[in-house]
């Protein structure tokens, strides 16, 4: 039976960011990961450590009860302050920009092709994975963001996109006031692997998409 991770292995497991499974800690405890099969490194620079299958397969466990009892806390723990990147759907508060942000996204969006190049049959990384389709919202907000589209702020009337889940399933809502932005979230999405379709509000008439994980 294979052994369960150390407590310091399963707080950096549970750390690791919502979106793409990137991880944060020590050198030692990133290889420790890799040679559980719970993690991999990223082949292209800057070589950033994310979840294996396996590894999001246990950060979904609850942990065993004497996990966190059976060690000291340890000295090597990830630097606190991290932070936890997380795609912008739209309407976030004084939201952050620049370089930095851009940098996150690029490599969260890398992070999450190379999740579905490792969990799609075939490798296949022009259609969403399984992590996607049961994080509709955020997966198709990092599609946007990392394209380069506009998040919608905190005033309704500032522009930008926004992101909803939607009662039908795995399918979310996209608005956009403006008409050619909305066409080319379309756009984006379609080029991610998703079906985007337009579509009018009956009690608004405001034009929307509704977007849809291609299986094939």
Known sequence: MTRPPTAAQRRIIDAAEPVTG???GTGHQLAALVKR???????RPPHDHFLTPAGHRLRETAPAPE????????TDTAPAGTGVFAARVGGE??????PARAREVHSAWQGLLELRRMTNTGGATDRPCGWERTHLVQAA???LEAAGHRPAGADPAGGG??????PQPEAVAVR?????????????????????????DPRTRE??????????
């Open 22 to 24: 990137r991880l944060t």
């Open 37 to 43: 099969g719970l993690a991999f490194r990223h082949p």
């Open 67 to 74: 996990t966190a009892s059976r060690e000291p806390a340890p």
């Open 93 to 98: 508060e004084a939201a952050a920009t620049g």
């Open 141 to 143: 907000a990092l599609a």
């Open 161 to 166: 996109y926004r992101v909803r889940a939607t």
């Open 176 to 200: 956009e006031p403006d008409a050619q932005a909305l066409r080319a979230c379309g756009a984006t999405l379609e080029e991610a692997g998703w079906h985007a379709g337009e579509h009018t």
């Open 207 to 216: 034009r929307y998409l509704l977007a849809s994980p291609r299986r094939v």
